[in-house]
Each structure stands twice: as C-alpha cells, then as structure tokens.
C-alpha cells in the first residue's frame, strides 16, 4: 500500500465520519440516547459499498477524463478517490432527505432509559 493509499483510506474514514454526524444531528435531542434504526443500516451500508466501489474504480477513472497522459500527478488515483468520497457525502445528504420523505428515521430514541443529561 502507497502512502497515498493511506491518505485516501484516511480521507474515507473521515468522509464516512462525517456523513454519520451530519445524520445524527438532524435527529438530536436532549437527554435521549439514539439508536440506528435499520433504515439507518442501510443508509450507512450503502454509503460504505458507494465509497468502497468509489476505492477500486476512481483510478481506473483517470484515463476517461484525459488525466493519465500528463506528467507529474503520481498522486492522481488518491486525488479520485477522495473525490469520489466526498461526491458520495453530498449525494447521502439528498438521500437522507429523501429516506425522511419516505417517513423512515436513520436514528431513533433508544429504549435504554438510563441515560439523562
């Protein structure tokens, strides 16, 4: 693995982080703990396939977008990669959108009631 793998599964994790705060803000309340409802998995599982498919063809992207014939871009398949992961963060925020319009919740209030803030 190429440093810039690293930076790229780096850029992932944190791009996925930040799709799962910006869900979970949207169902904040205080003094509740929450739960990911299975809609939630689905939403979160389809998140982590998109930027997984995004790892393996992102690079290979390069040579239809005219990139590969010019010099000096080793660092062009991390540049695509992380790209395509933050491509998927804005497009899971259409998403959730629509997953809300549809009634189904990504979070839920938890049944544990020993929490209390």
């Known amino acids: 693995m190429a440093a810039t793998d690293g930076l790229a599964l780096l850029a992932a994790l944190v791009i996925f982080g930040m799709i799962w705060l ?6 904040r309340q205080r003094g509740v703990m929450l739960a990911v409802t299975r809609a939630g998995w689905q939403y979160f599982g389809g998140a982590a ?8 063809v992102a690079p290979f992207l390069a ?16 540049v695509l990669r992380v790209a395509w992961f933050l491509a998927t963060y804005y497009l899971f925020i259409g998403v959730h959108q629509w997953v809300k319009a549809r009634g189904a919740a990504v ?11």
Do not use: C, H
């Not at 979070?107 to 803030?117: G, V």
């Open 22 to 27: 910006r869900t979970k803000v949207q169902y």
């Open 49 to 56: 396939v998109l930027m997984g498919i995004g790892w393996l």
């Open 63 to 78: 040579p239809l977008l005219g990139l590969s014939a010019k010099p000096g871009l080793p660092a062009l398949p991390t």
């Open 107 to 117: 979070f839920a209030p938890s049944r544990n009631t020993e929490f209390d803030i």
